[in-house]
């Protein structure tokens, strides 16, 4: 018969295992602290418990209340999101250039003056470079006009102050009517198909007759301009051809007091030539490294080698009397400055070479009277600065059958090979005319071919307007 445990065995074993249950948590049925949801298992002293009724139940342990999160207002109010946590983002924020040893990249001033035109790519600032363009133009404009009046003609036949003058002036009036359109237009982008040279035209000049009993029949003048465009859009070649003269005899006479109304009077034919070679090509942009540009517009190099011929056969009561005289250009260059996508500043500047020759005609045959030879000339120079005005291009409006774009030109050419001259106070002859245009530019969308017409004047020596048309090509332009 198997031996029977005896009572007090039992009890040391219940309380041996009595720690071992608190440490591993409550039984089944007891309270684990406030707000503890009872177990359904059986209780301690139940039948059902393998401890049976004698056993001592372990006194119960109290687990501490979850502790609420900071951002819990309490019961009945509701909860606030938690703040974001910007530890992270401040250690990975960049530092200061001076931190890092970098150099700050360069920072243009803003507002409107530091503002990019719309659609430019890169960009462009309108603004300062208009106004750069009218204080070097100023500077240089007060700087000539000195020189003219102080030094006069001691500093020789190619004297440049004539030029700076009208260069000068034309930068400073260019920019002042350029910032007027930028204001109004907001400096909107360009057009691509803006007007150029036509394919062949016709110019007529007109020149009213200043005495009675003048006359004064106008130039007409045959042009034509063909284009070569470079393949990868970077630069042309256009060849300038015009070939016409007077349209008919101009006829002048002795303006004096004492001459009397049977004075002999002097009539003219003029025979006008003239050839050049207009070479273009843009300029990387830009320049420097974009951290340092300023981005005020691209530019361009021309080159433009020229010829002009002027025949005049003077008849009168004896013999007809020739002259011919050639101005030749063979080292003309200079720069296109896109200002903004609609405005431009070009210049052309260079040494200028004459010859003169003239004979009489008499009997029926040529006698040669005199040949000259070729002598340097004076500082040949040109100033533009055109302003692009286009009606159809509107993003907004739907494409019309005939696309219209306007030019609004002003210039100053220093050259008196045609007679004008626009003299300042004392100094005559020393500066050229200037001229003033505006030309509409029509094409037919769908056929490409259009016509352009012009209307302008040249100032010197009186008022000389002049009209023009011209047939397009519809090649597209693929460079300046």
Request: charged fraction near 20%; include cysteine.
């Amino acid at each position: 018969m198997p031996p029977v445990a005896r009572p007090s065995c039992l009890i040391a074993l219940c309380v041996a295992v009595a720690p071992i249950r608190a440490a591993a948590g409550p039984a089944p049925g007891e309270a684990a602290g406030p707000g503890a949801v009872r177990s359904s298992g059986p209780a301690a002293g139940d039948a059902r418990s393998p401890v049976g009724p004698t056993a001592v139940p372990a006194p119960p342990v109290a687990r501490p209340a979850r502790k609420a999160p900071a951002s819990d207002p309490g019961p009945g109010v509701p909860a606030q999101a938690p703040p974001r946590r910007t530890a992270g983002r401040a250690a990975r924020a960049p530092r200061p250039p001076e931190e890092t040893g970098a150099k700050a990249p360069r920072i243009f001033p803003g507002g409107a003056f530091g503002r990019c035109a719309k659609g430019a790519t890169p960009c462009v600032r309108p603004h300062a470079g208009r106004m750069v363009l009218a204080a070097v133009g100023l500077l240089g404009a007060s700087a000539g006009l000195a020189g003219l009046l102080l030094l006069g003609e001691r500093a020789g036949a190619r004297d440049p102050a004539g030029w700076m003058v009208g260069a000068g002036s034309v930068a400073v009036s260019g920019a002042i009517v350029g910032a007027i359109f930028g204001l109004s237009t907001g400096d909107a982008p360009g057009d691509p198909d803006r007007v150029r040279p036509g394919l062949v035209g016709l110019r007529s000049t007109f020149d009213a007759a200043r005495v009675r009993g003048e006359r004064h029949p106008p130039v007409l003048v045959g042009t034509a301009a063909p284009t070569w465009y470079f393949a990868d859009g970077g630069g042309r070649m256009r060849f300038l051809l015009a070939v016409g003269g007077l349209a008919g005899s101009r006829t002048e006479r002795d303006p004096r007091p004492q001459a009397t109304g049977d004075a002999p009077a002097l009539r003219e034919d003029r025979l006008v030539v003239n050839a050049a070679v207009d070479l273009a090509v843009g300029l990387p942009y830009p320049v420097m490294a974009p951290r340092r540009s300023s981005f005020l517009g691209r530019a361009e190099l021309r080159v433009r080698p020229e010829v002009q011929i002027r025949r005049h056969r003077y008849r009168s009561a004896g013999a007809d009397r020739v002259v011919e005289r050639t101005m030749f250009l063979p080292l003309t260059a200079g720069m296109r400055w896109h200002l903004s996508p609609r405005q431009r500043f070009t210049f052309y500047l260079g040494p200028r070479f004459d010859f003169v020759r003239s004979w009489t005609i008499g009997g029926g045959s040529d006698e040669a009277v005199d040949l000259g030879g070729g002598a340097i000339g004076p500082l040949y120079g040109e100033a533009w600065y055109d302003i692009d005005v286009p009606f159809s291009l509107l993003a907004y409006r739907r494409t019309r059958r005939v696309h219209v774009v306007g030019l609004l030109s002003v210039g100053y050419v220093h050259s008196r090979f045609d007679g004008r001259s626009f003299n300042i106070s004392g100094a005559i002859g020393f500066t050229g005319p200037v001229v003033a245009s505006w030309t509409l530019r029509l094409r037919d969308t769908r056929s490409r071919w259009g016509a352009q017409l012009s209307a302008g004047a040249w100032i010197g020596s009186g008022v000389a307007p002049f009209v023009s048309i011209e047939l397009l090509s519809p090649t597209r332009p693929k460079g300046p």
